[in-house]
């Protein structure tokens, strides 16, 4: 009933929301892209796209037909792999930072799954450093971490802006001492933090100190304190520290895939293509 091509720009509309950006990104151009969708939605019996000079939207009904595009597409392309003689097996061995799973990894890791259900997937949530290591010692064959921007190794996945976070109602005076919540050493972001309050003469102390996201935000949001995330990771109930608050410029991350060059080839170059195509 549905036409994969057309499911495929329909889906390729809802994560962009934007038609020309669509059209880049699948490599067509914007009428057929307008054409894709126009059929869907006659197919559907459905309005999916609101859709004016200003912005795109997805309606009910489109949010409705994304979550049944992302199944029928997996489904189709797993059919595909099968019957072409190109499914793969084996093991993979996948590392993340803990504070990637605040992306869209863990919907692009059910996604993969469902494509390639003969790959047997072992994730490994760690700190970045912890996930180096293990890449390097060869216990790992493929690690989505966080880098200082432009010294690491390994496939860009996007380069985004540190920032301090806190909650709303709770702006610092310029001249307090700054509560400070992060992971214990080593930590990129902890060296980041406490290097650029030392330059800028601020007076800090750590108020909490846990290896995992969770008990990060958790402490932010019980009030202990402000923390470091990358701007793109911040959740919607905390907010990006004003420039009221007298804190400083703390610069850029990267967050980069590693992978083990004597890894399997193919299990690590179509994970490493689905994380980089959807980011």
């Given amino acids: 009933m549905f036409d994969p091509v057309q499911l495929r720009t329909f889906l390729t509309i809802s994560e962009t929301l934007n038609f020309t950006a669509a059209a880049a990104r699948l490599g067509i151009s914007q009428p057929t892209v307008s054409q894709h969708v126009a059929r869907l939605e006659r197919a559907a019996n459905r309005r999916l796209v609101q859709r004016d000079t200003h912005e795109v939207a997805l309606t009910d009904n489109g949010q409705a037909m994304a979550g049944f595009a992302r199944s029928i597409l997996a489904a189709h392309d797993q059919a595909a792999a099968y019957f072409t003689g190109s499914a793969m097996g084996g093991r993979l061995r996948f590392g993340a930072a803990d504070d990637l799973?605040?992306?869209?990894?863990?919907?692009?890791?059910?996604?993969?799954?469902?494509?390639?259900?003969?790959?047997?997937?072992?994730?490994?949530?760690?700190q970045s450093h912890v996930l180096h290591r293990?890449?390097?010692a060869?216990?790992?064959d493929l690690v989505f971490i966080k880098q200082n921007a432009g010294e690491g190794t390994g496939a860009l996945v996007r380069r985004d802006r540190l920032t301090w976070v806190g909650?709303?109602?709770?702006?610092?005076?310029?001249?307090?001492?700054?509560?400070?919540?992060?992971?214990?050493?080593p930590s990129m972001s902890r060296d980041m933090a406490?290097?650029?309050?030392?330059?800028?003469?601020?007076?800090?102390?750590?108020?909490?100190?846990?290896?995992?996201?969770?008990?990060?935000?958790?402490?932010v949001r019980a009030g202990l304190g402000i923390t470091v995330l990358a701007?793109?990771?911040?959740?919607?109930?905390?907010?990006?520290?004003?420039?009221?608050?007298?804190?400083?410029?703390?610069?850029?991350?990267?967050?980069?895939?590693?992978?083990?060059?004597?890894?399997?080839?193919?299990?690590?170059?179509?994970?490493?293509?689905?994380?980089?195509?959807?980011?």
């Fill in 101 to 126: 799973a605040l992306t869209q990894l863990p919907r692009i890791l059910r996604e993969f799954r469902q494509l390639h259900p003969q790959v047997t997937v072992e994730l490994t949530i760690a």
């Fill in 134 to 136: 293990r890449l390097l």
């Fill in 138 to 140: 060869g216990h790992l």
């Fill in 167 to 185: 909650l709303p109602q709770a702006p610092l005076a310029d001249a307090g001492v700054v509560p400070l919540i992060t992971y214990p050493n």
């Fill in 194 to 219: 406490t290097r650029a309050l030392e330059q800028a003469g601020r007076t800090w102390r750590v108020t909490c100190t846990t290896r995992e996201i969770n008990g990060m935000l958790a402490a």
């Fill in 231 to 279: 701007q793109s990771l911040v959740p919607t109930d905390l907010v990006v520290m004003p420039a009221s608050s007298g804190l400083p410029a703390l610069g850029d991350v990267d967050m980069v895939l590693v992978d083990n060059p004597n890894a399997p080839r193919e299990p690590v170059e179509a994970l490493t293509a689905a994380i980089l195509g959807r980011h």
